[in-house]
């Protein structure tokens, strides 16, 4: 699903990335391409057409660009692109959804923190995505408003045995973050966390944060993290700020997961409006998003680490794109960089 503003542009990317991987070992991927967001409300009037819905319930996997523009940006519209979205993740049953921060240390001039600090950043925030109160009941009144932020124990116990698990498989420690000192929520959030730790997983190492310390120490400190689980709001906020460790929002991949091996799979990044139509935008987030794609949904974990070796190749070797240019770079469009990319799967 391409959706609103640079989505199309991404997505051609990743679509070009996963042909060159069915050529290089043999596979025949089919895709369908269907409408989201913006588009589809100009199309269907609505974000999240049934053409759209049946087509992502017989898929393997689902591919997503971005939604949202100014142009449907209307907070008091009654239909907008996002409500797609969250539909969609729910109608999916993808409640964990996990966001890798890597620094790859060529790109260290892009971020705005000392590269000394950026040495050895290789970090998973786990994401809860389906509760919280970006789902809770909403009131709105002339003089007032509230979202409600509501969790179970089952929703909280799935997520942290996820994270638990992938904390497992990597260097074995994990941290919780919550607003424990004033939330109801994050206590239940903090309680369950640890009773689930403590019976299941007392092997990994279990670190705890109130929220506003994390945002600071994931600045101060952010190669000392290992596997990161929290909320739904607290995620969505500390995941775009980690991604400035990575030097670009444009380099981020995420990957959506539930009970079934059907995810999404979407760069971190917005539809950028700013950038849209000028074929400048980073593919990379996108790229890494297949990858993703190829080794929860699909299991093919030697095609996921060539793509994300490509990346990483096609960086060490020059390639920027604009958003990651510094004096003297050549800047490639987006086509370009895929092109760069895609000489590493051959
Ligand atoms: P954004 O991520 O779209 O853009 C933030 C900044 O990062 C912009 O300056 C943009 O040019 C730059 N940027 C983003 N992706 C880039 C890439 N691949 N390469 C180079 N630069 C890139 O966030 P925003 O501006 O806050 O939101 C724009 C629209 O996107 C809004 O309508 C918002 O609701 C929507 N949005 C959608 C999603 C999603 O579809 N998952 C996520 C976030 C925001």
């Not at 542009?9 to 991927?29: C, D, S």
């Not at 967001?37 to 100009?42: E, K, Q, V």
């Amino acid at each position: 699903m391409p959706g609103d503003g640079i989505g199309p542009e991404v997505t051609a990317a990743g679509r070009r990335v996963l042909q060159a991987i069915a050529a290089r070992f043999n596979h025949r991927f089919e895709f369908e391409v269907q409408k989201i967001g913006g588009t589809a409300i100009d199309a269907t009037g609505t974000p999240l057409p049934e053409a759209t819905i049946a087509s992502c319930e017989r898929s393997s996997a689902v591919l997503l660009g971005a939604v949202g523009g100014p142009k449907w940006s209307d907070p008091n519209a009654p239909i907008r692109p996002e409500q797609g979205l969250l539909q969609l993740r729910a109608l999916l049953g993808v409640y964990a959804n996990l966001r890798p921060v890597k620094v790859i240390p060529e790109l260290a001039a892009a971020s705005p923190l000392k590269a000394e600090i950026l040495a050895g950043v290789d970090l998973l925030i786990i994401r809860e995505l389906t509760g919280g109160i970006y789902f809770g009941a909403k009131t709105r009144t002339t003089d007032s408003a509230s979202d409600l932020c509501v969790y179970t124990v089952p929703e909280v116990e799935r997520i942290v045995r996820i994270a638990a698990d992938l904390a497992g498989r990597r260097q074995g420690r994990l941290c919780s973050v919550d607003k424990a000192n004033v939330l109801e929520t994050s206590r239940l959030w903090r309680d369950v966390t640890n009773r689930v730790m403590h019976d299941e997983f007392p092997e990994i190492e279990l670190e705890t944060l109130l929220v506003d310390a994390a945002a600071m120490h994931l600045l101060s400190r952010p190669a000392d993290f290992d596997v990161l689980v929290t909320e739904n709001m607290f995620g969505d906020i500390l995941t775009d700020e980690a991604s400035m460790l990575a030097g670009s929002i444009g380099m981020l991949p995420s990957a959506s997961l539930g009970a079934s091996s059907r995810g999404l799979f979407e760069p971190i990044h917005g539809s950028a409006p700013d950038i849209a139509g000028r074929g400048i935008a980073n593919p990379c987030g996108m790229i890494s998003s297949t990858a993703m794609l190829l080794r929860y949904s699909l299991k093919l974990d030697d095609e996921a680490d060539l793509v994300e070796q490509a990346i990483l190749h096609a960086i060490v070797a020059g390639a920027r794109t604009a958003d990651l240019v510094r004096d003297g770079d050549k800047t490639l469009s987006t086509g370009e960089m895929t092109d760069e990319i895609i000489k590493f799967l051959k």
